[in-house]
């Protein structure tokens, strides 16, 4: 199925995000929070369901933290499942004021497998989770939250056999949540490579 909806059972863990991790949401401040998200439409219903307490009209004014639309965070995969709709048809379906798209329509390319979207190449797949990762590093917020896939997100953490599904021993369930930290704290890393808060409660 091209560019799918959420299933009934993914709308169901979405909705249960916020008391799975009361804790997270307790700490995030807003005034120093902003949100990324993937362009699919899978991950842009996770963001509406599971953080509708922080986005409006939930959360109202300072209250409300900021949302890009970030097409470097779509999946590694050419799967019709994987890649994403025509923009003009998915903005229609999410038209909120506060979704910013400037980085989308930046890259008009996004959507089409070319270039640094290239995701049959590995290799691509490995820099974009890298230019992720520094674009991150180079926020001016305290707390960045990435709703994205699981095969973008192992190449974020630089899992073993991050490629490959099946053998990778990091893993994601879905609407699962993992607190990260830059392991290098000058910021002088170009890898920008991530160590996993373990000990965080959510």
Known sequence: MPDPDLTSRGVTQCLAIPTMYPNFFASLDPSDTVLLVSPLRRTLQTLLLGFSSVLPPAAQGDRAVPVIVLP?????????????????????????????????????????????????????????????RNYIRQRKEKHVVVVSHHGLLRRLVKAPHAHNRMKSPIQWENAALRVYRFTDELASDPEADLARLEDFAL
């Open 72 to 132: 470097q965070l779509q999946e590694c995969g050419s799967w019709p499942c994987d890649t994403g709709a025509p923009i003009e048809t998915t903005k229609r379906l999410f038209p909120q004021e506060y979704l910013d798209w400037t980085e989308v329509d930046r890259h008009p390319e996004w959507n089409e497998n070319t270039g640094a979207f290239r995701c049959d190449d590995e290799r691509n797949n490995v820099e974009r989770a890298r230019w992720v």
